[in-house]
């Protein structure tokens, strides 16, 4: 996760040792989750196709580690017309910055909705982990559109591989409206980066789902 170590730092091999394990964990829980939620998967899959058209799984076009594009999946929480729609709704972003978020927004399915304040709609990026595009904590990804905005500073966030839950999701997202200060907690992040940083917020992402304070 750190870089620019000097030749001979001998935080490096330490910094390795940690990336791996790292890895490791994000290989093990990911593959678990894949396997003992797979009837969780089902429901939501029959839910979702019994109450609006579209398919079950959204295609979700993100940037991951070093400005790479890489597509994830989600499951559908929005009328098949999302995207098309969106330009409407940009006049009523809540968010300062390139990226677009919007409590109310109508193109949410009523059952999207449920999904999302729970995070269920997340639970298929765990293939991704599983993968290696994407970690259990790190950096929120940006869209591959929003990316395109972003100014050099902004783009620090995905010097990193960028994660299901970070610092901004388990500190008051829904309070957080400038982009700026969401990139100050990813960069906080990346600087004080470590096992036990990722455990503490694995450990605040927990509450935070089963109380319903997802998006």
């Known amino acids: 996760m750190r870089t620019g170590n000097p030749p001979g730092d001998p935080t490096i091999g ?16 990911s593959a678990a989750g894949l396997l003992f939620l797979a009837p969780l998967f089902a429901l939501v899959s029959l839910a979702i196709k019994l109450t609006s058209e579209g398919p079950i799984f959204y295609r979700w076009r ?5 400005g790479r594009p890489i597509t994830s999946y989600k499951f559908r929480t929005m009328y098949q017309d999302a995207d098309e729609r969106k330009a409407e709704l940009l006049a009523l972003n809540e968010m300062n910055g390139p990226v677009f978020k919007m409590t109310a927004d109508p193109r949410i399915t009523p059952l999207g909705r449920w999904l999302r304040r729970y995070s269920l709609d997340e639970l298929p990026q765990l293939w991704s982990v599983l993968k290696g595009d994407l970690s259990l904590v790190g950096p929120r990804p940006p869209l591959q559109s929003e990316y395109e905005h972003f100014t050099d500073w902004h783009k620090q966030k995905v010097s990193v591989k960028p994660g299901l839950t970070c610092l901004w999701q388990v500190n008051g997202r829904n309070a957080i409206s400038s982009f700026d200060d969401w990139v100050r907690l990813d960069l906080k992040y990346i600087r004080e980066w470590s096992l036990a940083l990722d455990f503490k917020i694995l450990l605040k992402t927990i509450p935070a789902v089963i109380l319903g304070k997802g998006k």
């Open 62 to 66: 993100i940037v991951g580690e070093g």
């Open 14 to 29: 330490k910094d390795q040792l940690s990336c791996r394990i790292k890895r490791i964990i994000d290989i093990t829980v």
